[in-house]
């Protein structure tokens, strides 16, 4: 049965047959079948033209998960070792730079 999903990459609603649907968020890269949802609510998916976007922003937002949490890991230590500067180091070039992680 179609439906409507919520691309949040393009800001539009898109019609789905049901098989479509590529859930970025719970790291999937290939359609899974849809569920309906409770009350009519439209779930959020990025459409098949988008897709690509959503799993290279998705891609980046593990990555800054990553910075975030070894960071979180070193913030207990001491300022002046070199782990916790490393790790200051990688958030800081992350933060700024497109090219941070390279
Ligand atoms: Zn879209
Ligand atoms: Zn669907």
Redesign the pocket.
């Known amino acids: 049965m179609s ?1 409507k ?1 919520w691309c949040d990459i393009g800001y539009h609603e898109w019609e ?1 047959d ?1 098989t ?2 590529v859930r970025v968020w719970a790291g999937e890269t290939k359609p899974t079948p ?1 569920e309906p949802m409770p009350d009519n609510g439209i ?1 959020l ?1 990025s459409c098949p033209k988008h897709l690509e976007e959503d799993l290279r922003r998705f891609a980046k937002m593990k990555d800054l998960a990553e910075v975030l949490q070894t960071y979180q890991d070193l913030i207990w230590q001491p300022e002046d070792t070199p782990e916790y500067k490393e790790a200051i180091r990688m958030l800081r070039a992350f933060i700024t730079g497109p090219n941070g992680l390279n």
Do not use: P, T
């Open positions: 439906h999903h789905c049901g479509q649907a849809c779930e998916v």
